[in-house]
């Protein structure tokens, strides 16, 4: 069994000579949670990137590796945790997002002391935030599926949408809670990116160019947010239990509702009202769900179904979705923000 290792190891500037000269063997040099502590021009503030919450999700881990080689002295402190090697490491590399099925690190953050493993780990991240009493904090992700970057936040001040800003201007406003790091309290702006689809290129180059502005840019804090593009009040849109779900190009017999195989493409721009999205054929209602932030369900001013078809039924910022059915089943199927026509 696959396990945590239970150890932390500190890397500082002098040791970027023997970083390898690629993402992935970078990768296999490092064991267990690894902080990098980069000594800045300003030694009175730091800045924290956290990556690799999951493992299948490398655009962070990737720009971190081409920051290091570049060698440049950042603006302030950095620290750099890099937070699921053990998952990221699981052979083929880079392509599991949990060290165990089902066990998401970005949902035991908010949890008392415990020695679970993964909550341990979760602790250990969240210690060595706050160590550093830092100003800013970074969460480096991907999303499963094709998707242009957004950032997320959990409140709308002007420092996080700064951050956000220094890598793209679409913006999520969440009030939902799943136990993640950003939701913790570290006295600093913290924001998640979201940097794209895991395998498109343009994701490691935006997570860079990003990184590169977080770090050496003496102030990151006067840059204009309100040019950013705001989406408030996302609900979960999930199966209900024990409901399966397929993707296709017409209905499948083999699971209860199926997506239209490019569901993914609805991650890209507004969904308008009477989008067609699918496929269900069931006498029953329509076993979804979309609960927004206070917990109410949403579905019915979010979904119709006519005659089979599963259509909008009001304009829809679609995020997050993936034709991936283990993640539709075990995560959610996508998050969507009600958009006025
Ligand atoms: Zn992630």
């Known amino acids: 069994m696959s ?7 500190y890397y500082s500037e002098a040791d970027i000579d023997a970083i390898a000269d690629t993402p992935l063997e970078f990768l296999r040099q490092l064991n267990g949670l690894c902080i990098i502590d980069i000594q800045g021009h300003d030694v009175n503030r730091t800045r924290v990137v956290t990556t690799l919450i999951h493992g299948n999700e490398p ?23 890099i937070c699921n090697i053990e998952a990221a490491q699981l052979p ?3 392509s599991h ?20 493993a993964i909550v341990e780990r979760a602790q250990q991240i969240k210690q060595a935030v706050l160590a550093v009493k830092p100003e800013a904090v970074v969460d480096l992700h991907n999303t499963s599926g094709l998707s242009p970057a957004f950032g997320v936040a959990i409140d709308d001040s002007e ?21 993640a790091i950003m939701e913790q309290n570290f006295s600093a702006p913290t924001v998640t990116i979201e940097c794209g689809g895991a395998g498109q290129l343009q994701s490691h180059q935006l997570a ?6 977080f770090a050496n840019e003496v102030s990151i804090f006067d840059r204009h947010a309100n040019q950013v593009d705001i989406h408030r009040h996302p609900c979960r849109v999930e199966l209900l239990p024990n409901v399966s779900v397929a993707f296709g190009h017409n209905h499948l017999p083999t699971a ?15 969904t308008p009202e009477g989008e067609f999205i699918g496929w269900y054929e069931g006498k029953e209602k ?20 006519q005659n089979g078809y599963i259509f909008t039924k009001q304009s829809l910022q679609i995020f997050m979705a993936t034709t991936d059915p283990e993640i539709a089943t075990n995560d959610c199927l996508f998050y969507a923000t009600l958009e006025k026509n």
């Open 97 to 116: 997002r949990y060290l165990q099925a089902g066990q998401d690190l970005n949902r035991y953050f908010s949890m008392g002391k415990s020695n679970v």
């Open 159 to 179: 420092q996080a949408l700064d951050l956000i800003s220094l890598f793209t201007n679409k913006v999520i406003l969440t009030g939902l809670r799943v136990g």
């Open 286 to 305: 329509l076993p979804l769900t979309a609960k927004n932030e206070q917990g109410v369900e949403q579905f019915d001013t979010m979904f119709s179904i």
């Open 256 to 270: 209860d509702i199926t997506l239209r195989a490019d569901a993914e493409q609805l991650n890209n721009q507004l």
């Open 92 to 94: 083929p590399e880079f």
């Open 208 to 213: 860079y160019a990003g990184l590169t502005k």
């Open 59 to 81: 655009s962070g881990f990737i720009a971190v590796h081409q920051w290091l080689r570049k060698k440049t002295k950042p603006a302030t402190n950095m620290r750099i945790i």
């Open 3 to 9: 396990i945590f290792i239970n150890e932390t190891t």
